[in-house]
């Protein structure tokens, strides 16, 4: 006798899924220390392209700039728009987990 197979939807997504756990902190808000962990986590002389500022200027004026950085960021966060003076920024995602690869299911 033969197994009768299926053939499956063309359309079917295949999806990674999380630990509860892990999915729920990846939604909580950032927070402003992990912002300035980020930040400070930049190479200190280099940038994606020229005429950017590197992340020695961001480390070396964080006590005039941080302030301002972090609650840009964080708006950016929170309202999910961007200004069009914003336009040409890079946006780079953080992991919120140590090793993604750990966890998915």
């Known amino acids: 006798m033969e197994e009768e197979t299926q053939e499956l939807p063309e359309d079917l997504e295949l999806r990674a899924t999380l630990h509860l ?19 400070f986590s930049f190479a200190i002389n280099k940038t994606p ?29 929170e309202s999910r728009i961007i200004t069009p003076s914003w336009e040409k920024a890079r946006v780079t995602l953080a992991p919120k987990v140590a090793n993604v690869d750990q966890a998915l299911i």
């Open 21 to 39: 756990g892990v999915g729920l902190d990846l939604i909580k808000p950032f927070t402003r220390k992990e912002v300035q962990k980020i930040v």
């Open 49 to 77: 392209e020229k005429d950017e500022l590197i992340g020695n200027f961001f480390k070396g004026y964080w006590v005039i700039v941080g302030k301002e950085v972090v609650k840009t960021i964080l708006t950016i966060f």
